[in-house]
C-alpha cells in the first residue's frame, strides 16, 4: 500500500468517528437545557440619566439653553436680485470670464487633412490616396505591450 492509501484511510475512519461522537452527543445530551436568543444586556449603570437642553432658532441666530448665539447672514431676497441691472450682471458675468481664463490652458488644435469614417476607409484600403486630395503618410508603429 502507499503512504497516501494509509493517509486516506485514517482520515476516513477519523471522520467516521468524529461525526458519531457528535451524533451520539445531539441524540443524547442534555436535553432539558432550554437555549433562548435572547440577549441580556445590563443597564443598572444606566440609570443617572441626561437632562435634555432645549435649542431654539430665529431669524437673527440661535440659543442652546440659556446660551444666545447671533449669526450674521447676508440673505439675498428676489428684491435684490431684481434691483441689479443688467448691465451689472453682463460685467460681474465678464470678470468671472476673464478669471476662468487665466486659469485655462491654451491648446492649439489642428486638423491637418480631416475626413470621415467613410473617407478614412476608403483611405486605409487605398493606402493613403484618397481622390482631389494629396496622399496621407502613412507611419507604421508597434507596440510594445
Keep these: 500500500m502507499s503512504a ?66 447671533q449669526t450674521n447672514v447676508n440673505v439675498i431676497t428676489e428684491e435684490d436680485t431684481s434691483l441689479r441691472s443688467e448691465a451689472e450682471q453682463q460685467s460681474r458675468f465678464e470678470r468671472m470670464k476673464a478669471a476662468m481664463e487665466e486659469n485655462m490652458e491654451r491648446m492649439e488644435s489642428t486638423l491637418s487633412n480631416p475626413c470621415n469614417d467613410e473617407e478614412l476607409r476608403m483611405a486605409i484600403l487605398s493606402g493613403g490616396k484618397l481622390k482631389n486630395n494629396m496622399e496621407l503618410k502613412w507611419l507604421t508603429t508597434k507596440s510594445e505591450l
Excluded at 14 to 37: C, F, P, R, T, W
Excluded at 38 to 48: I, K, L, T
Aim: aromatic share 14%; hydrophobic share 40%; glycine share 6%.
Design 4 to 69: 497516501y492509501l494509509i493517509f486516506v484511510i485514517i482520515l476516513t475512519i477519523a471522520y467516521i468517528l468524529y461525526y458519531a461522537v457528535i451524533i451520539v452527543q445531539d441524540l443524547y445530551g442534555k436535553k432539558d437545557e432550554v437555549k433562548s436568543d435572547e440577549e441580556v444586556f445590563d443597564v443598572s449603570s444606566m440609570d443617572e440619566g441626561e437632562d435634555s437642553v432645549a435649542v431654539s432658532e430665529s431669524d437673527t441666530g440661535f440659543s442652546i439653553g440659556d446660551s444666545e448665539y
